[in-house]
């Protein structure tokens, strides 16, 4: 069994990674971290979960790197920073869900992430990416930084325009809409029930990172492949889930059956990646509560003739496929297992 | 008193309109019409609604010319293009809230609408447009059509643009998101609430036909400044209200103080549209939760510097602004009163 | 125009009273008033409310009893009690909604109001009750404790079994659900929309002090006709809105012909409280979001043969007849206006 | 492999059956039933599901009972009815989820399903009951009907009181209040999402026909305990899960401590009751919100001092323990598997 530590174990990804460790055969739940709920058990802050091995939450102690195979950071970015550059060498594998090491630009970091101090030794040696596209170099990193989730949806949508297709992008807008567990349980109006039930709410507008992390990955793929990539960010009724639109206007002439066709060839062989049509179900697709609770991603490219765009929509549940699920999907790669191990779990519809 | 009729009185913007119309002081409802449901009483088919005087649904006979003084037809494209060929010339005013009339130019109308005919005579008769945007034309016209929900809130958002700034816009990506009221009370499966609650749903990834009355609309107000304007349509998990995004890419500089001061100065006389600073009150805004009930549509303009882009975010309810109160709007300048006139309701905020 | 003044204005039901006063034709807002928030202007704390004149929060000064003729207390049950104390003599009418005065018999009061104290000269200078049971009391009062949002439901639902109808009612269970607004803005967890969407959440089951206050009301108006009166309370996942169901067990036979012939007859001339048929319309009602943004209280009488049980449903707007509504009710009794003047909208339906 | 066949696969239960088996190591689906869709593939009926082997709908043939070891049947009660007649000889194993053979005394089940016609024989086959339960009964039956959703959380609450504290219960109510996917996807205005988001909908304010079956197998169980036993139901805002509220005035006395301690032994072997104290966790429970997704029934019981009331809350997922879940529940002890192989799922929280 490959033991397990999860830091940042009361927030709502840190959840989610308890209960998928917690169904996973290979691996075992062997430490919960914490700060501000350190001595609290699980179960009182997860009102899901009630574990027949019940761990409580500690804070990270210097015998930590001898206790655990694989140590997943579930904390905000600061706080992440902090804890790689303690145990980086220590830890066998561990993988940052925050967006500390995303961005490799030292002057983009610092941009959209101006309180987050880190080294350049420990960035470069991050692997960053979405599990699907970097697998080879997944299998022999030791510290992995994921991507956020409206930025999984994004480069899943756009990896096979440019990286495929090969297709210049010098416009690209997207519009992401999320649920509200994307934000956390933050103590604040907008979160509460009466104002975020019923909201379409535009709370990033202009100008979101998860767009800075995307625009630099496929840089590196395809250098000048996209000219300009901005983001606007809403909040809507959901829970769980998000959907990114993706509005791209291709230098190249391009068809709805090539599209297709290539996103097809592209996810062929990536389980969680489904590419769907539109109308193939009984309600429109990709939407999010087709993917509630799994790891999946639903993928679904269309031609728009009359507006020279290409439409890309991604759905996922921000808390599997954005968050716990791609962490363990990345550890089983890491670990040589096949990587849908203890991710198998169909969507939860409706719901 | 003026005497108002509705068609259409056993659908969502009907029962609007009879909500609006009961509270209104100078118009008095005289009769309700319908097919499918006539000989039933209106409370049986609107939950809300007990009235003390309390029309039954009736046909539309001959003799309702002389009942009536305005008439609202709140019934699909191709019933009020019928019913306009018949009492066109009969009725005073005869205001109509479908798609029938709103394009103009026929070979458009032909491609988004190919079931609803109508004469070139009877178009020419119909005045169409926002009532913020045509209101000299509107108190003499005795035909009005008006636009659809989304369209409503694209031209509020899009004319300070092209009017006031005279700006170029090659390209106008519009980005729709909208409550389950926008599409009735059909029955089918996508419109159940165990599909619907929780949904992001692409219903119109590409090509939406209110995108088009906006575009031949402003291309009459400044011909060539809109190069493409396409639109995306998604259903979220509110009832009422919607939310458009315009990301508009104009051919000129401009700042982010000349975009906000133009909007304060092309609705300084317009008391239903509201322009509001994104972050002004303690949830993001425009959010249609914050109009509901209500005649406003708030409107915030952004500039993003990094995209080269103009956001511009319109939230409106979509059964009042988006429906039946903007044809009281209509109505009442029509007949000279005071554009707000029974449409003073502040927005019912939370619900 | 009768000067009105608003404590707690921040609040959800302070705002409430916003809304319905800047309709109302004949009150005027000239104070609102708050402590945290002094110095906020009004639209920044309710995002739904831009008013023309926009007063600005202010802290209670000693000056205030020259500026008004009704002040409305909105706010916590210890506030309201010091501020009753400090204002009672000197503001001509003052009107309580929370719990500070509700509760007569003191030993009962501290039992559910441990920390509000009051002097029982106070108390005894209150008038207590739904408005339509107590008209002509509040006529002549200076100062008004209205009842809780549930507790309103159930004494319209009780009241004609006990008063009318005479029945002896050994055991009554009722089963409240609300809406998130109910629990007001504070800022906990259980009250995120993460957890409390498409929740069930039984936050009192047993308990709830509105029992106490109903019961005592009831056992004024026929001692002894109640024995047990026990109350369990669940949040749904609904913002506005309540229904209560009060199950209740005669000692004497009664028919379901009789039971719906009293209510129409307990109610018949009171416009606010709609008796209605379980199958009236094309949902089932009451139903709270057939109400939603009025003053109305839907109310349904059944018979339950099998379990010797009568069934009284009642539906009310929580911010509007539950609060804000009927405080506006109890002023334009007070005033000697008509009790509907300033409440007349129409329920907004659906949303 | 166990060969298993589901019929009524369209259909919201069909579609957890089909998830539930897809997932579970020793049950091989092999048979998708249905006559309305036959031909239909499951993917385009579920949009959750994409299955790698996907069968495709088929109507029910003479040869099924070749091909199946057991088969469930998530099919209305007319129906099942209609089918255990022609299959119950020739299937090994014969699941029912509907109300055809619930209920024991004929006069009773016509009163509840009059249009549900049966032999005497066929009902004398049947087991019934809640699988932790009837254990020992399951193990050897071939015919097995299972009880409803909200008979399965009823008949958790009321067996500890009755069975292990040989309460008598002279009187109990109890207030039912389920999510929309309850209520399949019958298309009706009542469940369009416009009516029902929001609703707090009282569809069946008295006579619920799963009142009847509970007590009839408590009756069973302990003659006499149960005076009279009435049920209301309510729809609420939610998708999935369900939470019955059983209020019990025993004849005897008892205690918190003793309840608590009786439940906690009644359920000590059974891994998918979780008893729990009402405030052991962030949110109030039992939610049916934390146990989405999965097989587990949290249930609470709380002693009403002042109401002489006993009131146990249970809450779970009506589509898994309620129905698809419960079934693979009894399939397992059926064949001698583990009772949770297949559904060790945690819940999915929050969603």
Redesign the interface.
């Known amino acids: 069994m490959i033991r397990a530590g999860v830091v940042g174990a009361s927030g ?1 990804a840190g ?1 989610e990674l308890i ?1 998928l460790i ?2 996973h055969p290979d691996l075992e739940l062997v430490f919960l971290g914490g700060s501000s709920n350190a001595g609290r058990r699980i ?8 574990l027949a091995r019940l761990p409580t939450v500690e804070p990270v102690g210097d015998d930590l790197a001898d206790r655990i195979d694989v140590l997943f950071l579930a904390t905000p970015a600061p706080v992440s920073a902090r804890l790689a550059a303690r145990l980086a060498n220590r830890v066998p594998v561990l993988i940052d869900l925050s967006g500390a090491f995303r961005i490799r630009d030292q002057r983009n970091h610092e941009h959209w992430y101006p309180k987050v101090e880190r080294t350049e030794d420990l960035v470069d040696g991050f692997v960053y990416g979405v599990p699907e596209l970097i697998g080879d170099r997944l299998a022999e990193a030791s510290l992995i930084s994921l991507p956020g989730c409206f930025a999984t949806a994004m480069t899943i949508s756009l990896a096979p325009l440019v990286l495929d297709l090969g297709l210049d992008l010098p ?1 690209v ?1 997207v ?1 992401g ?1 999320t ?3 994307g934000g956390g ?1 933050q ?17 990033a ?3 979101h990172r998860h767009a800075a992390e995307v625009a630099e990955f496929l840089a590196r793929g395809k250098p000048g492949s996209i000219g ?3 983001m ?1 960010a ?1 909040g ?8 990114t ?1 993706c ?1 791209a ?1 291709p230098a190249q002439e391009v068809s709805q059956r090539e599209l297709h066709r290539a996103f097809l060839r592209f996810y062929k062989a990536n389980r969680f990646v ?1 590419v769907r049509r ?1 109308t ?15 790891n999946y991603c639903d993928v ?1 490219v ?3 003739e ?4 290409v ?1 890309v ?1 991604a ?1 996922l549940d921000n808390l599997v496929k954005g968050a716990g699920g791609q962490a363990i999907q990345a550890a089983n790669i890491r670990f040589g297992l096949p990587e849908e191990r203890g991710l ?8």
Do not use: C, M, W
């Open positions: 709502l959840g209960r917690s169904g179960d009182e802050l997860h009102p899901g979960l009630r416009t807008v519009d809409k649920g509200s567990s349980l103590l604040r109006s907008a979160n509460l029930h009466p104002y975020r039930s019923g909201a379409i709410a535009p709370y507008p202009v100008g300009s990539l901005s606007s809403y809507v009724s959901t829970v769980r889930g998000l959907l639109s509005y206007f489904r539109h193939e179900t009984l309600i429109p697709v990709p939407d999010p509560q087709a993917v509630l609770g799994s679904t269309l031609h728009d009359e507006g020279g765009r439409v929509l759905a198998e779990q169909l969507p939860v519809v409706p719901a």
